[in-house]
Structures are given as C-alpha cells and as structure tokens.
C-alpha cells in the first residue's frame, strides 16, 4: 500500500489526546486537591481575588484556571470563574453530595501507583501501599477524617446506580433487604426514599457503624434502616430477601467471589434475589473502557480482585444454585446483575 | 433550588471519566513501553503468543488487551489481536512515522512530572530534570539513539501542521524558506515535496545536522533543502523570504518571544512573512483545552515557557513591526499566525 495515502487519512491525533490524556486528568486532580471548587460554592469570584485565595503563583494561573473552563469543570463570564452545576455539586467539599474525597485519593495515591502499571502488568503485583507491606484499609480505619471523605464519596459514586436500582428493580415483591458492604448506606438510603414499603440492613465492619448511622439519620430514615456488623467472608449474612453487594465482588479473586455468591445463596429464601452492580464489563469486552480499566486499577490496588463481564457473573450465579440471571444497564458505565433462587 | 431536582439532571460521570482519565492514558503508555504495537506490526497475533511475547503476566493481560481495543487503540478478531491503521503507522517502531519517541518520553518523563503539578502551580517553577540540577537537551544531546527517537517523534507530531502548512501559505510567491529549530526538517520536507519551486533552509544547533540531513537525503530532497548551523538567540537567523518557527515561541518567556520575533522582522525583507505555528490558544481561551494544557506543560518543562492566544501573537508581530498578521487553523490543535513585513 503507498505510505502516503495511509498518512494522508490517518493522523495521529487520537493518539495524542490518549497518551497525554493525562494532563487534564491531573489538572482537574490538582483543582479538587487547591479547593478551586470549594472556593467557588459561594459564587462567581474575580480571577485576581480566586489566584490569592487559592494560593497559587501566578505564573500559570490563569492558564490553569482556563484549561479547567475548557474542560468543562468552569465556567467563566468576563473576569469572573464560577462553579458548573455539576462540579458546584459534586466538588464542593462542605455539601454532603461532594466525591472529590474519591478525586483527592486518585490525585495523592492512585496517580503515582499507576506510574508503575508496566511493573503491575509484569508481575501480577499490586502497586499500592501493599508492595512496602502497608495496608489501605487499616491506614483508612485509623483516620477518622480521610475514612469520612472516602464513604463519602463512595456515596457519591454510587448515587446514580443507588437510584437507578431503586426503581428498576421490582421491589414491590419484596419487603426486606441488605446491602453488603454498605459503608455509609447510600444504596440503603436511596432504595428506602423511593419504596416506603421497604426495610433494611447496611452490612459492614464495625468502624462504619457511625458513619452509617449518621447519613442514615439525616435522610430521617433510622426508623427503617439499621445497621448490622459483620465480616461478610467470617459472618454468616443477613437474613432477607434481597442481598446486594456493589463495588464488592470485583475486589476479589475468582475463589472468593464464588464464596461471597454462594454464601448470598445460602442466606436467602426461595424466591430471594441477589443484586450484584458495578461497572460490569461488556460480554464482547469491547465497549467498557472504564469497566476493564477498573479491572487494571485492581491489579494495582489488590492481589486478586478483577472485575467481570455479566455473562462471567451469570455463570457464577447460576453455579451457585440460583435458578435464573439477569443483567441490566443502569447509570454510567455501571450494570446490575440480577440472580433468583 | 431544590437540590433533589439538581441531582437527577447532574451525574457525576464525565468528572469521574476526566479525574480518573489517567487510566487510560497511563495504560496506552505502557503499552508503547512494552512494544504492543511493533510486535503485531507483522500481522494479528493470538492472544496467548502476544502476552508470551510481550513478557506480561497472565492476571491482567486480558484486561490490559481488551482496554487497548475499548480504547480504540487495538481490534480484536476471535481470539486474535491487531492493529489499528493508526496505531499501525504511528506505534510501530520500525515504521519512519513512528511517534511513540514523543509517547516513551511522556511516560518516563512528563506522567511522573505531572504528578507535582500542585506544586508546579503553587510556586510557577518546572517539575522536570531542572527541579534538580538537571538539563532535559543535555542529557538528549549525550544520547544519540534517545534523540533520534526524540527528534523522529517531533517529525510525527508535526506531520499534520506542516502538510497544512506547505498548501494553505501562498508559497508561489516566494522562493527561498527557512525553517527556525528545524528538528529532522519535518516541515522542510513537507513544503519542499509540494512545491517544487522552492528552496529551504533548516536551521538549528549543531548536533541535529546528521539527523536532519539523514531525513533530507531519504526523501531525495538534498538539492534543494540545506542545513544552517545556529543558536536563534546567539546567531542572526537566515536571510530567506519566509521564516517558519514552529514550537518554539511556547518555550520561552515574553521578552525572548519578542526577541525572536524582531529577530525574524530583521532578517526578512520587505513583503517576507513569518510563520508561528503550534498548539495556538484559541482568542476567549475556551475551547482549546489541548492548547492551555500544552501551555501548563511549559510550566513543568520551563523557567518562563508558556503558550498563548492567536491574538496574543499577532500583537507581537505588529509592535515588531510587520505590517500585517492573521490567524489560520491547521490540522487538531494547531494554528498558524502569519506576519507580512
């Protein structure tokens, strides 16, 4: 083929974009970790007045600042920055809405672990706290602040499949429930708001029982909601008749999610269901970028964990004994697997 | 407002997608640093001969695979692996074309660099070899083959620009060009090869001659493109009717862009042009976001380096003197501005 009509229909620009993808990445990374957001929850600020407050040289502000509008993180009318509606709710750190806690961990841990993904691929090895022999959740459990922002955002995250699982599954068949895992109850909170019929447990290790019951109080929902504290490898699960388990099983070695989906059957009642939701990877593995590169962040954040495509989870759930399975999108780049017995 | 009504119109999802952009990013560097690309340059491979010959582990090697293709960077037929035309030409290592030099050096260089972005903005000073001493083209100069690829990337980056370039400019009403910090003579090559009229001149210090008369002579054009050895701020600049300076001006400060552009207002004569061209910040500095993010990576590579607006530009060119300037758009993100002395 002649080099140059090749040349003339592809150019490299794609590429580019991808592989210093990174720049902007870190540059909204950077924005959460100066409190840009924060600063502007208030309202419009003056480029001038906006650089002194957050501190920063004024070398390269404005380009910063400019870059985050062409981002679409900012807007900006004449001299003045302002928050988007989307980045005035989610990256305000003083609104209970706020997932920068996620952003902020990705900026002070994940950027620098993923440095070493070439390592990670080569060895199967984690690159996170673990590969000097420390521990995250132990760091996170004895840090009262960074484990409040990190349920935090966690919550956050979650919202779009919490609400999207609220009404899409048939609840109405059902009065009681369990989300395992639950740290500060956000799928709990927004299933109860959207089925009044409903009561349920937020599983989870003892430390999160405050956090749980404090974000359970203030959606006024303690009357329905309580908390239940376990291990869900060394306790037995609750007894309900849905079980849910998102963000969980792809934390997990093969062996281990196979234990965590029978144990879900053993627990529940003939004609219970099990909902297994997270960014659920494609079946052709083609489409789900996120999903498979979630994957890799499990690889640099666990020794076993991966995530799944739907069709993998089926065969799990039916393995288990549950007679049928099911797999829906909800919000994002997130699904829902849904299993019977 | 209502906050609830504000959270079913907001997701959080394109913050997520961009904080958490680095993954993707991260994963295609990786796989220029472990040769993906020139090892299915022959051919599709099975995915079994691929992770054997890639040396990666077999935990995530799926994921790290299928990512490729979800990003667009790799398709996949059964089980077998392949190229994308881009990545074909672009990737591979042993095709001229190749710009991965630029995508090796942004993953051992500028991911770890961007990382201190935070401190970068908080005190307007580069992150890179100079935080400690050190000097980036010192250590190129020293490294024949690190330049090459270097210089070979820069060719591929410039592609896209300098085709533009050699038919947008009206090139039948001169003759002689020169190409300022000509690097191989990428853009030489491209204004020769279509417009057989003229003759060229590529300018730069004295370690790229060998690498720019190597490219010269492999596209037969040594009769009619040259070689001048010279440092733009120490030497005078070419006497020819046109001076081109492409990814230069971003590199310096405000007084040393202005003094190139006098530089260049003096050697021309009079109906001559100048021609700046690079990742060109458009006017309201909203849209360009590769352009403004470009200009942070001045921050982290430079003392006082920083991009600017095609307004900004054409100031210069008028306060040195020029009589008229104007601004055109190139291929992605790029830009010319044009001055006529």
Chains 1, 2 share one sequence.
Not at 57 to 76: I, P
Request: hydrophobic content about 45%.
């Amino acid at each position: 083929m002649d080099k140059r009509v090749i040349e003339k229909e592809t150019v490299p620009d794609q590429i580019l974009q991808l592989g210093l993808g990174f720049w902007g990445s870190k540059t909204l990374l950077s924005a959460v970790e100066l409190g840009v957001f924060s600063a502007l929850a208030a309202g419009p600020i003056r480029s001038d007045a906006l650089i002194e407050r957050l501190g920063i040289h004024q070398r390269s502000a404005r380009d910063f600042l400019d870059a985050l509008v062409a981002l679409g993180m900012l807007n900006r009318e004449g001299d003045h920055y302002a928050n988007t509606a989307a980045t005035d709710l989610f990256l305000d750190r003083r609104k209970p809405s706020y997932i920068g806690g996620l952003l902020e961990m990705a900026n002070a841990r994940l950027y620098p672990f993923w440095g070493s993904l070439t390592e990670a691929l080569q060895t199967g090895e984690p690159q996170n706290e673990a590969k000097h022999g420390g521990d995250l959740f132990e760091s996170l459990y004895a840090d009262p602040a960074r484990l409040t922002a990190f349920l935090q955002a966690m919550t956050g995250v979650s919202m779009g499949s919490a609400r999207a699982i609220a009404t899409q599954f048939p609840w109405r068949d059902y009065k009681h429930f369990a989300d395992i895992g639950t740290a500060q109850g956000g799928l709990p909170v927004q299933v109860a708001l959207a089925n009044p019929h409903l009561s349920g447990v937020g599983f989870d290790l003892p430390p999160i029982r405050p956090h749980f019951e404090a974000h359970i109080a203030a959606n006024s929902l303690s009357d329905r909601i309580v908390f239940q504290e376990g291990n869900f490898f060394a306790d037995p699960l609750p007894s309900v008749e849905v079980l849910v388990m998102g963000h969980v099983l792809h934390d997990w070695g093969l062996e281990q999610k196979r234990e965590l989906i029978g144990k879900a059957y053993e627990a529940l009642p003939n004609g219970g269901a099990l909902i297994v939701y997270e960014t659920i990877i494609d079946d052709e593995r083609r489409q789900n970028a996120f999903g498979l590169l979630m994957s890799l962040n499990m690889l640099i954040e666990t020794r076993e964990g991966f995530d799944y495509t739907g069709s993998d989870c089926m065969g799990w759930i039916r393995e288990a004994g549950f007679s049928s399975a099911r797999v829906e999108p909800l919000a994002g780049a997130e699904s829902m697997v849904v299993g019977v017995k």
